[in-house]
Structures are given as structure tokens and as C-alpha cells.
């Protein structure tokens, strides 16, 4: 009889390292899995050409939904996922992080009576006017296991009255990933004209940073004011080169475009970086752990303990430049090592399953 069968849901390329952690600790453990793609993200720049980065293989299901607002991406993946869990009902769905499509398909899930796994579980910036903030909590309040990336987080989802059985601290998916191919990316040759440790990377996304085109305009001149400093580099999001378009904005000088970069890729470009400016939650986690300076352009973080470790700071376009300088000039705290950020959060999840599964056939 074969072993217990879950679901691995992918929405969108942050997804895949997490996943990958997961993918990879469970090989010869007896469970079984399955790679559920809903199509969030889904050219080549954007979700396949990190497939094989990561050492995953082509999900085994495409659900082809893509595109329009929340309540369509939502309802649209909510209804592709019941279909297929309809079709084969796994034992467990893993749903890793806080799009759209992930809340989507703990949803569809629990109204299936399935149990939902939520790796990432237990993160909080506190501003309800995200979306982001919004599908994390709902994913929490309806996961039936919750895998949080460090002991504070865990204890948070314990006083917000989750089961003790449930909330596991298993450390950061990412960070397995990032253990995994740091060595190789380190020797990638960089993008043509940047010199390693010479140079910036910028990565912006989130819709309050490029969605409004006073909000971005004002990042851009913050961004030209840092570059007269510091050259820059900036592989543009799908999104962002939309929004740039439709404003009639451009970079400035001093900033490199590049397109999306493969995993590897992007992971070489940070190795070999002065430091990071970004929006993005996963490139906090990835530098502080390569002990590169980040400076976050949002007004609050959903992982705090990267401001603790002291590599990840929160900047408004107003004091980046300024925090650009003191980085060249070396006045920037060096990170600390986080407890559990150690590659290792892909076999304490499967720990954690092997326990649940254990306990369900002794029921």
C-alpha cells in the first residue's frame, strides 16, 4: 500500500524555493507528492525556468488560471482546485505563503474536507490594507498544520489559540533552498557591465510601490539619487514594467534594466552585490542570511526578525539614499544568524508530517 499522498501547491515563483525544500526532504520517506501548478505565475521567466534551478520536475497538474483581479484570480482557482481534488483526493495539500491562489486553494481544500498544511505560517506586518496581510491570516485560521520559519512565529500563532499539535517551528524553506545552490551561484557570471561587489540590486513589485505613479516616480528619483552613488541593477517584474509603460516613467541613469532571472541566476546577482533595495518579503530573508545589507522600501515587514539580526532595515524613498551611503561607508550592522535558518526546515516538516501521519493511523 502506498504511503500518504499530498499536494504541493505552486502559484507563483516565490512559491518554488519553499516547495523545493519540501520536495526534496520528503524523497525516500514513503509519502508521496504531487506538484499543483494554478497558474498565477506562469511564462517561463516567471515559474518554469526556475523548475529546473530547483531541481523540481513539471508539475504534475496545470490549472491555467491566470490573471484579473483578486476576487476572479480567487474564485477562478478555487474552482480549478476543487475540481482536480474531485478527481484525486490527496491526504494533505501543502500551501505555501500568501497570494491569491494560495488562499485559494486552502479554501478549496478544507471545504473539501482535506487538511491543509501552511508552510510560512504565522506571519504578521499588521497592515491590513495589504492583500498579502489579509490571505496569510485566512490561510492560518483554516490550515490544520502550521509551519512556522522561527520560534517567534510560532509562538504567535499559539496565542492566537491554534492547537499546540498543529504549530510547528521549522525554520525557513527558503533558506533550505538558498544552502542548496548558494555554492554554484557564486561563480555564475554576472549580467554584462556589472562588476561584482561594485554594484546595487533593486527589486519592486508590490502594488503600493508601483501601482501609484506618484509613489513610484518618487521611488525612481530616491533610486537616481542612490545610483550617482552606486550603480544599480534591477531585474524588472513583469508588473513594474507594465506600470513604468503605462506612467511614461523611465529608469534613471545609473540603473541597469535586466529582465526576470532564473534562480540561480538572481542568487548570483545578490552573492556578488554591495546590497539590495526591494519590496520583496523572500529577498529580505535570502540577504540577511548572505549577510547583505537590505534595505526594505516599505513601511513595515511581515518578517521582523530580519530587522533583529540586524541586516534588514525599513527605508521610505526619502532616507534611501542616505542609508546607501552609510553601507558604502561600512556604518551598517552585520547580520546575526537566525535559530532554525540553517537548510534543515525541509526534514523538520517532514518530521512533523511523519508524527501527524502516525498518529492518524493509530486513531
Known amino acids: 500500500m502506498s504511503g500518504p499522498l499530498l499536494h504541493l501547491v505552486a502559484a507563483t515563483r516565490p512559491n518554488l524555493p519553499k516547495l523545493a525544500a519540501l520536495w526534496h526532504a520528503l524523497a525516500g520517506t514513503g509519502f508521496s507528492a504531487r506538484i499543483v501548478h494554478t497558474g498565477q505565475h506562469h511564462d517561463a521567466a516567471m515559474f518554469a525556468d526556475h523548475l529546473a534551478d530547483l531541481g523540481l520536475p513539471a508539475p504534475d497538474f496545470s490549472l491555467g488560471v491566470a490573471g484579473g483581479g483578486h476576487a476572479a484570480l480567487t474564485g477562478h482557482t478555487m474552482m480549478a482546485c476543487e475540481a482536480l481534488w474531485q478527481r484525486e483526493r490527496p491526504d494533505l495539500v501543502v500551501v505555501p505563503g500568501d497570494v491569491d491562489a494560495s488562499l485559494a486553494a486552502a479554501l478549496a481544500a478544507r471545504k473539501l474536507g482535506l487538511m491543509v498544511a501552511h508552510l510560512e505560517a504565522g506571519l504578521r506586518c499588521g497592515d491590513r490594507l495589504m492583500p498579502e496581510e489579509i490571505n496569510r491570516r485566512a490561510i492560518d485560521a483554516i490550515s490544520d498544520l502550521l509551519w512556522a520559519p522561527d520560534h517567534a512565529t510560532a509562538e504567535r500563532l499559539l496565542a492566537e489559540g491554534h492547537a499546540p ?18 555554492p554554484e551561484a557564486r561563480w555564475r557570471p554576472l549580467p554584462a ?6 554594484y546595487g540590486v533593486v ?3 508590490r502594488p503600493a510601490n508601483v501601482d501609484d505613479r506618484a509613489a513610484l516616480a518618487a521611488l525612481l528619483d530616491a533610486l537616481a539619487e542612490a545610483a550617482r552613488a552606486l550603480p544599480l541593477a534591477w531585474p524588472v517584474h513583469p508588473r513594474t514594467a507594465k506600470r513604468l509603460a503605462e506612467f511614461g516613467l523611465a529608469l534613471p541613469e545609473g540603473i541597469t534594466p535586466l529582465p526576470p532571472l532564473g534562480y540561480r541566476d538572481f542568487l548570483a546577482l545578490l552573492a556578488q552585490a554591495r546590497l539590495v533595495a526591494t519590496d520583496s518579503g523572500g529577498i529580505q530573508e535570502e540577504a540577511v542570511v548572505m549577510n547583505l545589507p537590505c534595505l526594505t522600501l516599505r513601511p513595515s515587514t511581515e518578517r521582523p526578525v530580519t530587522l533583529e539580526a540586524g541586516g534588514n532595515q ?9 542609508a546607501v551611503a552609510r553601507i558604502l561607508a561600512n556604518d551598517f550592522p552585520p547580520a546575526r544568524p537566525i535559530p532554525l535558518w540553517d537548510g ?3 526534514a523538520r516538516m517532514v518530521a512533523h508530517l511523519a508524527e501527524l501521519f502516525a498518529l492518524r493511523d493509530a486513531a
Not at 499539535?165 to 548558494?182: E, F, K, P, T, W
Not at 557591465?193 to 561594485?198: I, Q, S
Open 165 to 182: 499539535g498543529s504549530v510547528r517551528a521549522v525554520g525557513n524553506a527558503m533558506i533550505d533552498s538558498l544552502v542548496r545552490n548558494l
Open 344 to 346: 534543515k526546515a525541509g
Open 193 to 198: 557591465g556589472l562588476t561584482a561587489c561594485r
Open 203 to 205: 527589486t519592486l513589485h
Open 314 to 322: 525599513l527605508v521610505t524613498p526619502a532616507s534611501l539614499p542616505g
